[in-house]
Nanobody, 125 residues
């Protein structure tokens, strides 16, 4: 079992920055990919970005490329989401997720086995 806990959400004005953290515990050796998803009110949970936990590769959805950056600190088993140039459309609950070595797409939420509880990000115009 892997346990995930997000933190760092809050209220920010458009154009500002926030950094989210996702701390992993439990069987962290089984993690191969960690991802960030978000869910706005009335919308489905969508892919934001993902990180190859065993390597260095990252992947981002087009709407956040150039603004969001995923990084990690393996000594702390923590993944980060640095969000710059925030827009009102970034308002959502942000979830981190983790999965093992499957062959599926890291953009598909069904591929992930473990989820955090989510943290609210609100961007005011």
């Amino acid at each position: 079992q892997v346990y995930l806990a997000e933190s760092g959400g809050g209220l920010m004005q458009a154009g500002g920055s926030l950094r989210l953290s996702c701390a992993a515990s439990g069987r962290t050796f089984s993690i191969y990919v960690m991802g960030w998803f978000r869910q706005a009110p009335g919308k489905e949970r969508e892919f934001v970005g993902a990180l190859n936990w065993k390597g260095t590769g990252t992947d981002y959805t087009d709407s956040v490329k150039g603004r969001f950056t995923i990084s990690r600190d393996t000594t702390k088993n923590t993944m980060y989401l640095q969000m710059n140039s925030l827009k009102s459309e970034d308002t959502a609950v942000y979830f981190c997720a983790a999965r093992g070595p499957t062959s599926g797409s890291d953009r598909y939420r069904g591929e992930y086995d473990y989820w955090g509880q989510g943290t609210q990000v609100t961007v005011s115009a």
